[in-house]
């Protein structure tokens, strides 16, 4: 497995209420600056990459540098080359600009296609919008868009959810990643008197929104990711399958060369580097606890051999099979979680693993 290329893009117009990345307001100059230091670094390290992914903040915002740097990358045949999107920043020049630069796959943050619901969560765009940049984007011939939808917003019905679920099929999309809304510190949101639903609401808003996408023909792959056959995405299955990939950017993470380090976040010195710092968060990452709760994400859980590498089949097979048939599910390959046990999944990975 080739190693992944990550970006950080950290601007945006405004900052979502409940949004906790790192990120900066946009400005024309110093997302200039910004630019020129990606390409130092990615040309710092001399990687080869199969998959690139552009994330933010709102990477869309910096259109016009993203050839360039991806120019600078030594990068595969047919990699899979994504760049995250606000559906209002999609212009038919813009989608036609990504697609000449190599950009193969578009990650849209609609979040939701009721006007009320964006509204509440400081979306700056419309419905309307998002159907404009679909077009736009098959327009240019990116066929391989992934859309974001929230689940778990204070008086979300399964009307709301399968309303917008429907629309994304119809639209086009080959992959829908369906989030359930946590209040984070620090964020305008945690500082607001706001009425989530209950857990076991938000759990059968979970379970409906999943069965609701898999009759509409997306395989859950993940926790909180759905794909039509074929459209997974490649980039974050090397995260969940413990690939090596190296972040580039401020705030930036990575697991490469057998380490996983950190850029601080701080636009300044990235920019003036001449190569980004990087703070190693573990020298010896891939043990058992690691693997084993990564791997446990996906629907394809961890096979008896996998957990052989470690030591561990006998464990994994004794503590599985100590939790409920509803929850866990073992087979003669392995252990997976069913989707009952996803929506209460640390407890049930904390269980198989310790």
């Not at 979970?206 to 997306?218: N, V």
């Not at 969940?240 to 380090?261: M, N, P, V």
Request: net charge negative; glycine share 10%.
């Amino acid at each position: 497995m080739r190693t992944g290329l990550y970006i950080h893009i950290p601007f945006c117009l405004s900052k979502c209420p409940y949004c906790d990345f790192y990120s900066v307001r946009y400005s024309r100059t110093r997302a200039e600056g910004y630019a020129a230091a990606v390409i130092r670094n990615i040309r710092h390290y001399g990687e080869k990459y199969d998959t690139v992914y552009f994330g933010g903040g709102t990477p869309i915002l910096l259109y016009e540098h993203i050839g360039d740097i991806l120019r600078a990358a030594d990068i595969a045949e047919n990699s899979e080359t994504t760049v995250e999107a606000n559906p209002c920043a999609v212009t038919p020049e813009i989608a036609a600009r990504l697609a000449e630069a190599g950009v193969n796959r578009v990650s849209l943050g609609v979040q939701s296609m009721n006007a009320g619901e964006l509204s509440f969560l400081g979306r700056r765009h419309t419905p309307a919008q998002v159907r404009a940049a679909f077009a736009s984007l098959k327009a240019a011939g990116i066929e391989n868009i992934s859309a974001d939808m929230m689940i778990g917003l204070p008086g979300q019905s399964e009307t709301d959810i399968s309303g917008t679920a429907l629309t994304l099929a119809e639209l086009g999309a080959r992959h829908i990643s369906a989030y359930i809304l946590k209040i984070e510190e620090n964020t305008p949101f945690a500082r607001q008197d706001i009425a989530l639903p209950d857990d076991d609401r938000t759990a059968d808003l979970y379970l409906y929104t999943a069965r609701e996408l898999e009759r509409l023909g997306f395989a859950q792959y993940e926790i909180s990711n759905f794909a039509l056959t074929g459209y997974e995405c490649r980039h974050n299955l090397k995260y969940w399958r413990c690939g090596e990939y190296l972040g580039i950017g401020a705030a930036a993470h990575s697991y490469y060369k057998g380490k996983r380090f950190r850029v601080p976040p701080d636009i300044g010195a990235f920019t003036a580097a001449g190569a980004q710092d990087t703070v190693v968060t573990d020298e010896d990452p891939g043990g058992w606890e690691e693997f084993a709760m990564l791997k446990l994400r996906l629907t394809e859980g961890i096979t008896f051999d996998e957990a052989a590498r470690f030591g561990k089949t006998e464990e994994l097979r004794k503590n599985a099979a100590g939790l409920p048939r509803n929850l866990v599910s073992i087979t003669e390959r392995g252990v997976n979680l069913t989707l009952e046990g996803f929506p209460v999944s640390n407890a049930v990975i904390g269980r198989i693993i310790y």
